[in-house]
């Protein structure tokens, strides 16, 4: 941090002299705001699985570590969203809460994502676990958290998720199917690791690339699966697989996706933009002497991944830090406890 930011060495020294006698004295140490700002965003630049990191820098931090009642955690949490969202021009954003690791922090959210349809079949396991603590059946699965050693549901209120309705302007039919998506992804169940501190609770976001819900969300197997369905309404001819029926509705799905949220005014991205901005990331990397890390199952888009760059090179999928990983259950006693 200090070398990129081109700090005095007297000030790192200085810095690190600190570090060290509250280590000694406590066992940990603090962040400055200034710290825990560089290193969210390096850790977005060191995402091996992100396509989107030409942006990492423009990341915003919203620094919540201060917070301990239940309602003021849960308040941000509601303002992440909404924040996030900015009626649409999505921007890039991380809070981040007390730190620690999930076993003890203060305030750990269960849920992979802060969004999530409850009918998902994703999102399966966690609707069991959160009916056994509510009779909620709202389509938004609501927040399971712990909060002082105790697990407890929250709902976000409806007026801060803002959903794209899906719509094909060539194909009327697709409209009756009614399908929406929630307009921004949000990770809420990775740890973010700075300088030797874990924040188990730092829920984060970018924007769409359209082949994650086109591609993915609504046709993989395990999903919606809706191949078969949504290809009817694109009147293809089923009755052979050289018809390329499959191929044709998975292209018009993902223009369908890419031309609702242009129309209702909600940041997005197509593929072969995000792989020529993952590019441009990668020559600002080198320019900067740094490399590139990345795991290039991710990289590659799900729809045409030989026509973009990503997908005919190799990449060394080492992870630095700062980085976001995972939450591992061995580390989580009651999310084990949740699956008995």
């Not at 002082?148 to 007026?159: M, N, Q, R, S, V």
């Not at 309705?165 to 992804?185: D, E, G, I, Q």
Request: one cysteine or more; a negative charge.
């Amino acid at each position: 941090m200090h070398r990129e930011l081109n700090i005095p060495y007297t000030i790192t020294a200085e810095r690190l002299h600190s570090i060290e006698s509250e280590i000694k004295a406590t066992g940990t140490y603090h962040h400055t705001f200034e710290e825990l700002d560089y290193g969210a965003k390096v850790a977005w630049r060191n995402s091996n699985r992100c396509i989107g990191r030409l942006f990492w820098d423009k990341l915003h931090v919203l620094d919540k570590r201060h917070l301990t009642a239940e309602e003021e955690l849960l308040d941000a949490v509601v303002h992440h969203i909404d924040y996030a969202t900015n009626s649409g021009k999505i921007r890039p954003t991380i809070t981040i809460f007390p730190q620690g690791k999930a076993a003890d922090a203060p305030f750990v959210i269960v849920n992979d994502q802060l969004v999530r349809y409850a009918d998902d079949p994703i999102a399966g396991p966690l609707k069991q676990q959160v009916e056994r603590l509510t009779a909620d059946r709202s389509h938004i699965l609501p927040l399971l958290y712990r909060y002082d050693g105790e697990l407890k549901t929250f709902e976000i209120p409806a007026d801060v998720i803002m959903e794209v309705p899906l719509v094909h302007p060539a194909y009327p039919a697709f409209s009756k199917l009614n399908l929406t998506w929630y307009a921004v992804p949000m990770i809420s169940a990775m740890d973010l690791r700075i300088g030797g501190i874990t924040y188990s609770c730092a829920p984060f976001n970018g924007w769409y690339m359209e082949s994650e819900i086109a591609s993915r969300n609504l046709l993989d197997t395990y999903r919606y699966d809706l191949l078969e369905q949504i290809a009817d309404t694109f009147q293809l001819d089923r009755s052979t697989t050289v018809t390329y029926w499959r191929d044709k509705a998975l292209v018009e799905l993902n223009y369908a996706v890419y031309h609702s949220f242009k129309t209702a005014g909600v940041s997005i991205v197509d593929h072969y933009t995000a792989s020529r901005q993952f590019e441009k990331f990668e020559q600002n990397e080198l320019a900067e002497g740094r490399k590139v890390t990345g795991d290039w199952t991710w990289l590659i888009p799900p729809i045409s991944p030989s026509l973009v760059h990503n997908f005919h090179k190799g990449y060394d999928n080492t992870y630095n830090n700062p980085n976001f990983y995972y939450r591992s259950k061995k580390s989580c006693p009651f999310l084990q406890q949740l699956e008995q």
